[in-house]
T-cell receptor, first 115, second 111 residues
């Protein structure tokens, strides 16, 4: 069966510090991978998605970046965090469809607080 | 751009009462999905609707896809405390792997 891991589960970082969040998927190959951010009590904002190694699509211009160094690894980074980067970061995967969306499976998330 | 709105934003019900959330898209959809997020948890897939006018049931949950494929609803009969959480609809953007999630409806069930 497929499993998605995210770490760390919680993180408290000072403004201006770097960030690296990691997501890995097990039990499937060539998944679509997604990073979402959820502010407290709000909806899901798509940040990045990837359909293959090294292929990243950015949805929202900001100080975040994403990379996919391996098929089942997706990394979210920032060189300098802002207060507004606080939130719940969710990684998700779906099967590689024929140019169409499919069911998404979410990881447990990382709760980031920037002070 | 494509927008997906959900109403209501919040709903408090007494245990045993029914609950309905509505999802409306600005464009025609190929399909629509529903997810549930428990407090402090991550979204979990519930169901996908594909056909115009489709109705699917999961125990006390009834999902409908509108005839014009621009709206959908989730109805819970006789709510229980385990139904607490936020319910999101999600719509795919045509020809891409992207999803647009609705604004969500947060359900609170009072025992």
């Amino acid at each position: 069966s497929q499993t998605i891991h995210q770490w760390p589960a919680t993180l408290v970082q000072p403004v201006g510090s770097p960030l690296s969040l990691e997501c890995t998927v097990e039990g499937t190959s060539n998944p679509n991978l997604y990073w979402y951010r959820q502010a407290a009590g709000r909806g899901l904002q798509l940040l990045f998605y990837s359909v293959g190694i090294g292929q990243i699509s950015s949805e929202v211009p900001q100080n975040l970046s994403a990379s996919r160094p391996q098929d089942r690894q997706f990394i979210l980074s920032s060189k300098k965090l802002l207060l507004s980067d606080s939130g719940f970061y969710l990684c998700a995967w779906s099967h590689l469809g024929q140019g169409r969306a499919d069911t998404q499976y979410f990881g447990p998330g990382t709760r980031l607080t920037v002070l | 751009g494509q927008q997906v709105m959900q109403i209501p934003q919040y709903q408090h019900v007494q245990e045993g009462e029914d609950f309905t959330t509505y999802c409306n898209s600005s464009t025609t959809l190929s399909n629509i999905q529903w997810y549930k997020q428990r407090p402090g948890g991550h979204p979990v897939f519930l169901i996908q609707l594909v056909k115009s006018g489709e109705v699917k049931k999961q125990k006390r949950l009834t999902f409908q896809f509108g005839e014009a494929k621009k709206n959908s609803s989730l109805h819970i009969t006789a709510t229980q405390t385990t139904d607490v959480g936020t319910y999101f609809c999600a719509a795919p953007t045509s020809g891409t792997y992207k999803y647009i999630f609705g604004t969500g409806t947060r359900l609170k069930v009072l025992a």
